[in-house]
């Protein structure tokens, strides 16, 4: 089974910081994706890339970056954290057959 | 009423009931769809999948239906347990060569089921 893997489930940072979330997958999938899930609001497409160095901005791109230097791993920045950051942060990677394995998540507070 | 994108719609069945969860999906080109489901503080997990052509398909306990004509997708889950309850979301692969593999999500709805 493919494995998308969150670097931790549980963050806390100050605003200002900057704060970088990690992904990593094991199934050379082309396609990946970052999320953020807040109540009521069901998941929305922050950025996405389809390739190494590739990305495209998603839904809500403001005040995040992103990084793929290699193909298993898709990186999430936020430059200066602030507290409407806060949230939690999914992952997701998708091959050509079949739809999205998720990470865990990572549940960023942001005070 | 209840605002949009405030409030997720919500199920309650007794343990042993069937259920069934509905979306309605947005894009009449949409070629595949998932059904996820995902537990208090864990990502959404893969449950089952259904191709836009067909109109049935079942899993262990999980049945999808889609009907193409009302742009409408249900999941039915036989016999269900506590371990069911979650928020379940369905997804929509919009079909076409640019989508780069995006889906778009439903908002969810909360099952909750009572011993």
């Known amino acids: 089974d493919v494995k998308v893997t969150q670097s931790s489930r549980y963050l806390v940072k100050r605003t200002g910081e900057k704060v970088f979330l990690e992904c990593v997958q094991d199934m050379d999938h082309e396609n990946m994706f970052w999320y953020r899930q807040d109540p009521g609001l069901g998941l929305r497409l922050i950025y996405f890339s389809y390739d190494v160095k590739m990305k495209e901005k998603g839904d809500i791109p403001e005040g995040y970056s992103v990084s793929r230097e290699k193909k298993e791993r898709f990186s999430l920045i936020l430059e200066s954290a602030s507290t409407n950051q806060t949230s939690m942060y999914l992952c997701a990677s998708r091959g050509t057959a079949k739809g999205y394995t998720f990470g865990s998540g990572t549940r960023l507070t942001v005070v | 009423g209840e605002s949009v994108g405030l409030h997720l719609p919500t199920l309650s069945v007794q343990e042993g009931d069937n259920s069934i969860i509905n979306c309605a999906y947005s894009?009449?080109?949409?070629?595949?769809f998932i059904w996820y489901k995902q537990e208090s503080g864990k990502g959404p997990q893969f449950i089952i999948d259904?191709?836009?052509?067909?109109d049935k398909r079942q899993g262990q306990r999980v049945t999808v239906l889609l009907n193409k004509t009302v742009k409408h997708l249900s999941l039915q889950i036989a016999a269900t347990q506590p371990g069911d309850s979650a928020v379940y979301f369905c997804a929509e692969n919009p079909g076409g060569g640019t989508s780069y593999g995006k889906l778009t999500f439903g908002q969810g709805t909360i099952l909750t089921v009572h011993p």
């Open positions: 894009n009449s080109a949409s070629d595949y």
């Open positions: 259904i191709r836009s052509n067909m």
